[in-house]
């Protein structure tokens, strides 16, 4: 008897204890330091991209296109108005003076007029389409807008599979190309220019430089790539900071635009780095299921991490992309809105118990019962 009641009380523990690691590890390896979250908002869509201009955020949200929102109080971010083109996919937003530019995936890029806050309207709508002859005569779209940069009054579309287009933005309602460059590889999903000369963030093929002074002639003349995934692109000074997916944090060394050098990067075995932005030595990473990454990049030979963001409840989000305004971090997150955060304390995370421990301690319960309320 005595035996019988040795082995029950010890299954009953030993479930309990298998339900404690797995709170360990749940909450051990999903953690939050350096990081607070000072505001959120969220109205139940899907945010992926977000641009900040004074107090007022553009949210691109993938289910309901571009959000505006108030965010003088960061506590109690108020939404003005909406734009949703209710076609194509939103991907990005990058707003100049009194217009938003909107990278809408396959349904290319769409301008809208930003006059009248509370009433955007769309005044134009770009995307490159072909006729195609053979098996037989149909029209064929040839855009997949997934990044824009506006310098001067030109527009720079990282196009998806189909490169990179410029556009004439001279007159808003009546876009114009003026230019492409292609290459059959990669898939560019992010672009910066500088002076003449574009960085393009090209997927699988890696970083691309390419040369911007004859736009009817557009032509690589720096690659760099090391089997990543290119995916987000900040400049700073002379070094280029990349968003690698898989690969992590990337930082090249472009003061040779023909030959650039990868000299420091970081990665901890996990995420799918998306999005870059740099404000005051550090790096801010939109880590996808790791959420939000800082560095610093004092030394960018040495990249130091200093700060993540987790959903505070434990929920994993979707960190898809990071904008810094004025200290300030606005991370698009996915199913779980936009965060906004500061340096700081965080909250002690709250875990969210796995499926497993809840059925382990299901049956232990269950045993219990059956047991009369007994260990033996």
């Not at 505006?68 to 939103?90: A, D, Q, R, Y």
């Not at 301008?111 to 955007?120: A, D, H, M």
């Not at 002859?133 to 990044?147: A, Y």
Request: net charge negative; proline share 3%.
């Amino acid at each position: 008897m005595k035996k019988r009641k040795l082995i029950n009380f010890s299954l009953i523990i030993g479930i309990l204890l298998l339900g404690m690691v797995q709170i360990h590890f749940v909450t051990a390896d999903k953690k939050n330091f350096n990081i607070l979250r000072i505001g959120k908002f969220d109205d139940g869509g899907r945010a992926l991209g977000i641009y900040i201009s004074g107090d007022i955020g553009y949210i691109v949200d993938g289910e309901q296109g571009i959000e505006i929102v108030n965010m003088t109080n960061k506590e109690n971010c108020t939404l003005i108005s909406k734009f949703n083109p209710h076609t194509g996919e939103p991907k990005d937003v990058y707003v100049n003076g009194s217009y938003a530019f909107l990278a809408n995936g396959f349904d290319g890029m769409v301008t809208i007029n930003l006059t009248n806050q509370r009433s955007p309207s769309n005044i134009s709508h770009y995307i490159e389409k072909e006729i195609q002859t053979f098996p037989f005569v149909q029209e064929i779209e040839k855009s997949n807008t997934l990044d824009i940069f506006i310098d001067g009054s030109y527009g720079y579309l990282a196009d998806g599979e189909f490169g990179v287009k410029v556009l004439n933005l001279t007159d808003p309602m009546n876009l114009t190309k003026v230019g492409e460059y292609y290459d059959e590889k990669g898939r560019a999903s992010g672009i910066v220019v500088n002076d003449s000369y574009a960085f393009v963030a090209d997927g699988e093929d890696g970083v691309e430089i390419l040369d911007l002074s004859n736009l009817s002639n557009i032509t690589r003349i720096g690659h760099h790539f090391d089997g990543g995934k290119a995916r987000g692109l900040y400049l700073s000074g002379s070094y280029l900071y990349v968003a690698d997916h898989d690969d992590g944090l990337e930082i090249l060394d472009v003061s040779d635009l023909t030959n650039p050098i990868e000299i420091g990067g970081f990665y901890d075995d996990s995420g799918l780095a998306l999005s870059v932005f740099v404000s005051e030595n550090r790096a801010f990473v939109a880590d996808n299921v790791d959420g939000l990454e800082v560095y610093d990049i004092t030394d960018p030979t040495s990249p130091i991490e200093i700060g993540q963001f987790y959903e505070e409840t434990g929920i994993v989000g979707l960190a898809s992309e990071v904008y810094v305004n004025d200290s300030i971090i606005f991370v698009a997150f996915g199913t779980q809105g936009l965060e906004i955060l500061a340096f700081g304390t965080p909250i002690a995370p709250i875990p969210i118990l796995p499926l497993s421990f809840i059925g382990v301690m299901v049956l232990a319960i269950i045993y219990w019962i059956i047991r009369g309320g007994k260990s033996y």
